[in-house]
């Protein structure tokens, strides 16, 4: 089992910008992905990346406005997020271990962090 640590969160004005981090415990070599779920509302997939870096998907709710990217020697993924906007208020996990599927299935991957929070007021 992969443990995944997430940090970068925090309370920030729309169109700002945050950068999160998740620290894996050990080289996952596998996909892995950026989710989030709102009070209210499902966890829905934001973005996901191979181990390569050359297949990446972004949520069309982040498109434009976020980038996901990897530092293979530092177990560490990251997600630049810029033009931050209220609905992208949400605890942010970082997911790993993908079993196949839907890169953005819920049940595609079977390692979780905690998530850390992002708030964005208008």
């Known amino acids: 089992q992969v443990q995944l640590v997430e940090t970068g969160g925090g309370s920030v004005q729309a169109g700002e910008s945050l950068k999160l981090s998740c620290v894996a415990s050990?080289?996952?070599?596998?996909?892995m992905a950026w989710f989030r779920q709102a009070p209210g509302k499902e966890r829905e997939g934001v973005a996901t990346?191979?181990?390569?870096?050359?297949?990446?998907r972004y949520s069309d709710s982040v498109k434009g406005r976020f980038t996901i990217s990897q530092d293979n020697s530092k177990n560490t993924l990251y997600l630049q997020m810029n033009d931050l906007k209220p609905e992208d208020t949400a605890l942010y996990s970082c997911?790993?271990?993908?079993?196949?599927?839907?890169?953005?299935?819920?049940?595609?991957?079977?390692?979780w962090g905690r998530g850390t929070q992002v708030t964005v007021s208008s």
């Open positions: 997911a790993t271990t993908f079993t196949g599927g839907d890169w953005f299935g819920l049940w595609s991957y079977n390692d």
């Open positions: 050990s080289d996952r070599r596998s996909r």
């Open positions: 990346i191979n181990p390569r870096g050359d297949m990446i």
